[in-house]
């Protein structure tokens, strides 16, 4: 992935259920860039990653919305779709998969979004087990149904094992930090730092700093009432941390 390439976002305005949350949102991600958004709850954060993905109930507002990856406009794609031109969410709450395995699920998907290549099966079987290794998820997950039975930092760093495996040119991270300890949550940010050195621009979400201790973003956005009302760089975070968002 060593050609630069960029998500932009562009007066992205968004509704659900005739209700809208998303305010005319501008954003651009190029590769290799960490993107921060915070902001309190309810201000719209998780809409956009729905946005970003394609979900079905949440509606563009303006006929001049529009996300693009490069030039190709995914407005109207099916997140299948997106997925295959480089976009993958890792979910706050990731979903139980009964009867598919997660080693199965990686050399399944991996096959299909590089099948104009050619892949060695047992060279991406040992990187898959090496990267879960790193990871510090054992082994024996690769064996077990997706997310069944998981704790909530096993599932997040399987969530950081399908992204690091499947190389997306856009990761978007919706909390993933949400109730992790201190060694996932060092894991997942060891993680996140690989992704961004293979090329991929990262839209990270979340409600709290501690996160940002292991990781440098290249830049942060704080979110209020549907609208991005400030964007800077890693001093967005320090006023976040010593006064809350009462001062954006």
């Known amino acids: 992935m060593d050609k630069t390439i960029s998500l932009t976002i562009k007066n992205l305005y968004v509704s659900i259920e005739d209700k809208t949350i998303l305010h005319g949102i501008d954003l651009i991600i190029k ?7 915070m ?16 979900h079905p109930n949440y509606k563009f507002k303006d006929q001049s919305s529009k996300i693009k990856v490069n030039n190709t ?13 480089g976009l993958m969410l ?3 709450n ?16 991996y096959r299909e979004l590089y099948k104009n290549e050619k892949i060695d099966l047992i060279s991406l079987h040992r990187q898959i087990q090496q990267t879960a290794k790193d990871l510090r998820l054992d082994e024996a997950f690769l064996k077990r149904a997706i997310n069944d039975g998981f704790s909530g930092g096993e599932k997040k760093k399987a969530e950081m094992l399908q992204l690091i495996t499947l190389k997306p040119k856009f990761a978007i991270f919706d ?11 060092k894991s997942v940010a060891n993680g996140i730092e690989l992704l961004q050195k293979q090329g991929t ?17 290249t830049h942060v956005h704080i979110m209020k009432s549907g609208k991005l009302v400030k964007s800077g760089g890693a001093e967005l975070v320090k ?7 009462a001062d954006f």
């Open 73 to 85: 406009l995914i407005n109207t794609l099916a997140p299948h779709e997106r997925a295959k031109l």
């Open 31 to 37: 590769s290799r860039e960490l993107h921060v958004v």
């Open 175 to 185: 909390e993933i930090d949400t109730g992790l300890d201190v060694d996932a949550l």
């Open 90 to 92: 890792a979910f706050q």
């Open 239 to 245: 006023i976040v941390e010593a006064k809350g968002y």
């Open 94 to 109: 990731p979903l139980a998969v009964p009867g598919v395995t997660l080693g199965s699920f990686l050399r399944t998907a």
């Open 201 to 217: 621009g990262i839209l990270l979400i979340t409600h709290y700093q501690r996160i940002l201790n292991y990781l440098k973003p």
């Open 39 to 54: 902001g309190p709850n309810g201000s719209g954060k998780s809409t956009l990653t729905y946005a970003l993905m394609g």
